[in-house]
């Protein structure tokens, strides 16, 4: 797999995407005043099935959602089944968080009100009242310790111990829930819509204007194993619905090389707050118009309970550096680049097999749809 799909920064990716992305379809741009980071996006095919790739909403992953899309406009774009382009309209949409990818973070910052907004958790909520957001309170359980003086030993071990402690009581996995009432803390949704939701959200809009059904796959890293010993990955379809659910059902059927994770606990309704793919069904949902959606997750944690460890307590050591110092160290942001995007050139190579088998395996079920 070609290593050069894969780029230094969001200037040379967008210029990488929309080079190709011009040969194969009809490229557009989405743009907002004062806001530095366009979102490029490209409609292959004319059809009212719409199928849509996006990538980079969280920034850092962004450098492997980018090589993804490229590595689609090089190996499947060119050779698109004429019939498949009448019936469907396949999207690409490119790094929707510029500024993370372009300063290699997950989030981005927010300069009007402070703090760093994941725009993962920032879809769907009704921000007008500030008692109507959404609550998490087990989160709160967990905020100072997360935010508290990096201690590479002990605090990683208080981390540990916290985990021993609610592991069972929901507080461990409530932490990246969401939360709304911090924000210098973890997973926190913003206190407004954030200018990459809008903008996002319009290009969904123009996509879906003659719309006949939805399937949206958003390209991400970070859950999953990374076998640095064989530079082994996991790629995996996450559906926010429980098994019997028509979405995993959808994708279950379509995807049979590539896992699909349900989330049980989801009975009742999403745990993860503003989220994306939730937040296009029920904007987009309707009793003509299936919407299926997923994430596809690439692996990069080592050890399935340590790697989540780390990843709160560099996310937390970076907040804790911008309150009291202004800038992020240095140790503490590699190590957030590498719990989301991973320099072993043998990670980003597996990472690109496992998203080649997923785009043949979507473009073989268009073919028999």
Known sequence: MRDDYYSENWHQATEQFYKRAMQYGDLLWCSANGHAYDIPYVLIGCGPHKVVINSGVHGIEGYYGSAAQNMFLDRFARDLDPEILANYTIVLIHVINGWGMQNRMREVMDNTRGGLVDLNRNFGVDFSKAESLPQNPRYELAHDLLLSKPDKIHKKEAIKAFRRRHLKDGAWDAISFGQYRHPYGLFYGGAAPAIENKMTTSIYDNVMKDAKSLTSIGLHTGLGRFDR?????????????????????????????????????????????????????????????????????????????????????????????????????????????????????????????????????????????
């Open 229 to 369: 010993k064989r530079g082994v990955v996991t790629g995996q379809l996450m559906v926010s619905h429980p098994k019997h659910h028509d979405s995993t059902r959808f994708f279950d059927n379509n995807f049979t090389k590539t896992p699909v994770v349900s989330d049980e606990r989801a009975v009742f309704g999403p745990l993860l707050l503003g989220d994306l793919v939730d937040y296009l069904e029920v904007r987009y949902g309707a009793p003509d118009i299936p919407v299926y959606t997923a994430d596809f997750e690439i692996g990069t944690g080592e050890f399935p309970i340590m790697s989540p460890i780390y990843k709160r307590m560099d996310m937390g050591d970076a907040r804790y550096d911008l309150i009291n110092h202004g800038r992020i160290g240095t140790d503490t942001l590699n190590n957030l680049t590498e719990s989301w995007y991973p320099s072993d050139v043998r990670w980003r190579k597996a990472a690109l097999d496992k998203t080649s088998v997923l785009f043949s395996e979507l473009i073989n079920g268009l073919k028999q749809r």
